[in-house]
């Protein structure tokens, strides 16, 4: 069982940047693939971007392509998120999530991102 706690969430500015933390629960979250959706009011959860055990591969939606950045600390078992340019369109509530196989197995709470325009 792995545990996933997001943090760094808030209320920011359109344009404005804010950096989010996944921390995980066990060291052994440091081999697999780690990965932020994000939920929008009254639209389903997306894909936003993963970034493999070692950072050697990364995925964007096309929507923050360019904005996003994902980055992983494996000595601290944390995962980041750096969203720059925010729009308004960003506002959700962010998941941090591991792969395991083939399966986005391991959920953490949420963060919630509002940006104001």
């Known amino acids: 069982q792995v545990q996933l706690v997001e943090s760094g969430g808030g209320l920011v500015q359109a344009g404005g940047s804010v950096r989010l933390s996944c921390a995980a629960s066990r060291r052994t979250s440091s081999v697999y693939t780690m990965g932020w959706f994000r939920r929008a009011p009254g639209k389903e959860r997306e894909f936003v971007t993963s970034?493999?055990?070692?950072?050697?591969?990364?995925n964007y939606a096309d929507s923050v392509k360019g904005r996003f950045t994902i980055s992983r600390d494996n000595a601290k078992n944390t995962v980041y998120l750096q969203m720059n340019s925010l729009k308004a369109a960003d506002t959700a509530v962010y998941y941090c999530s591991l792969l395991e196989g083939s399966t986005w197995r391991y959920w953490g709470q949420g963060t919630q991102v509002t940006v104001s325009s």
């Open positions: 970034i493999t055990w070692d950072g050697s591969s990364k």
